[in-house]
DNA sequence: AGAAATCCCAAACATATTTCTGCTTTTTTA
DNA sequence: TAAAAAAGCAGAAATATGTTTGGGATTTCT
């Protein structure tokens, strides 16, 4: 049997994906393996491969050990050529880990891989990049799934996209300097401002200068 | 120490049912009972029983013996108990200037006076009141020598009646944000919308809340 | 063609998660 | 004020669920 593909998925793992996307619409939770593998008549272990899989592109995320945690990204737009032409100067950028739109995540520093970006877009500096969860920012754009890029530096400007630690997790929200209060706003309604006003555990890792997003 | 009621939940059943709400809204998926516990510094025991509980009022759904299938339901508006008299709490708002609806006016911090207001129609929060000058806002019912109670918040949003300073200056306008530009829109057709999209010294004092006409 | 990836399996393993049992204390209701 | 409901706990049972291991068969890539 011949495996086509489709929006970089195989037919068997368009279908785990299908069937994950059917079961939440209908049921509002994401199902687990087995229930996948009853669904689609095989074995537990192949849906897990399957769900790896489709995590590594990127296509859903999970939380390790704890069930139920399928979550849908939304697609990334079909492939993207590489445009390869000598006037573009590439940077190679570090992905760093996972960052929180919602609630903050933990920041790790293993390295998750590399990108590489048009310099140009993203001026001079020390950057790296970020994967974002959740869905706090969509207001300004920045979907789950999507890899944010974060230049460096300890200050930011009132109404910048940061990339900043509070006790020692890292989440990514708009910077807001009033008279004499200093709050992190999500760009989402569904979620509150965060004072940071006196909290020494806040920190500023550095300010969203572009978000790509990756297949 | 007493546990009242609202909407028909106890303090205990609506902490643990605001607890599921925000988790979900967080991560797109619910919670386990140990993960409530340990937000609530409870056991999973006793979450499990107010589960059954949150789940026999209707205000919840799960699924037997599967993890993380936690639904929330909309409330119930049946019951709607009368207010005592007792249950009206005032709130004290400070009025603290003049807004313009019209041509912005300072907004100078002075304490003009105070107001009582009861808080099941303001929400909680931090509040000040303006008495609002001219006639911009007649269309939206706001008129000339009104005091409009505003809520104190950094961010509002697309639709809102909010309170903002341009340049120092004090304004009652609807807040209109379309996909890169940010309005204030007056209601009165012999007014123009203000574009505050790349201006430095504007800012949202807070979010109109309702309106009380003074004799 | 050979290497690498995909796809699938059975059988276990480890732990996450729900659910039960029995008991104490406090608050509300009748 | 007595009974009922609510709230909580410790500890453990029961099972749901993610994960690992070690394969085999097929397809795709180079």
């Given at each position: 049997m011949t495996v086509s593909r489709q929006n970089g998925l195989t037919e068997s793992q368009a279908k785990v994906l299908k069937t994950v996307s059917d079961f939440i619409a209908e049921n509002g939770y994401s199902p687990t393996a087995k229930e996948i593998a009853e669904i689609l008549?095989?074995?537990?272990t192949s849906v897990f491969e399957q769900l790896e899989r489709?995590?590594?592109?990127?296509?859903?995320?999970?939380?390790?050990?704890?069930?139920r945690t399928i979550g849908i990204l939304s697609q990334?737009?079909?492939?993207?050529p590489v445009k390869k032409s000598d006037s573009v100067k590439l940077v190679k950028v570090p992905i760093i880990g996972t960052i929180a739109a919602g609630a903050p995540i933990f920041a790790d520093e293993n390295m998750e891989g590399e990108i590489l970006v048009d310099e140009s877009n993203i001026g001079k500096g020390r950057f790296f990049a970020l994967r974002v969860r959740g869905d706090s920012m969509i207001n300004a754009g920045i979907n789950n799934g999507d890899l944010v890029i974060i230049k460096r530096q300890p200050l930011a400007e009132n109404g910048?996209?940061?990339?900043?630690l509070i006790d020692s997790e890292a989440t990514?929200?708009?910077?807001?300097?009033?008279d004499d209060e200093v709050f992190l706003l999500p760009e989402n309604e569904k979620y509150s401002p965060i004072n940071v006003t006196?909290?020494?555990?806040f920190k500023i890792l550095g300010k969203m200068v572009t978000t790509v997003t990756v297949l």
């Amino acid at each position: 049997m011949t495996v086509s593909r489709q929006n970089g998925l195989t037919e068997s793992q368009a279908k785990v994906l299908k069937t994950v996307s059917d079961f939440i619409a209908e049921n509002g939770y994401s199902p687990t393996a087995k229930e996948i593998a009853e669904i689609l008549n095989i074995t537990q272990t192949s849906v897990f491969e399957q769900l790896e899989r489709l995590e590594k592109k990127r296509y859903i995320t999970r939380q390790k050990g704890a069930a139920r945690t399928i979550g849908i990204l939304s697609q990334p737009e079909n492939e993207k050529p590489v445009k390869k032409s000598d006037s573009v100067k590439l940077v190679k950028v570090p992905i760093i880990g996972t960052i929180a739109a919602g609630a903050p995540i933990f920041a790790d520093e293993n390295m998750e891989g590399e990108i590489l970006v048009d310099e140009s877009n993203i001026g001079k500096g020390r950057f790296f990049a970020l994967r974002v969860r959740g869905d706090s920012m969509i207001n300004a754009g920045i979907n789950n799934g999507d890899l944010v890029i974060i230049k460096r530096q300890p200050l930011a400007e009132n109404g910048d996209i940061i990339a900043a630690l509070i006790d020692s997790e890292a989440t990514l929200k708009r910077l807001s300097l009033t008279d004499d209060e200093v709050f992190l706003l999500p760009e989402n309604e569904k979620y509150s401002p965060i004072n940071v006003t006196c909290r020494e555990d806040f920190k500023i890792l550095g300010k969203m200068v572009t978000t790509v997003t990756v297949l």
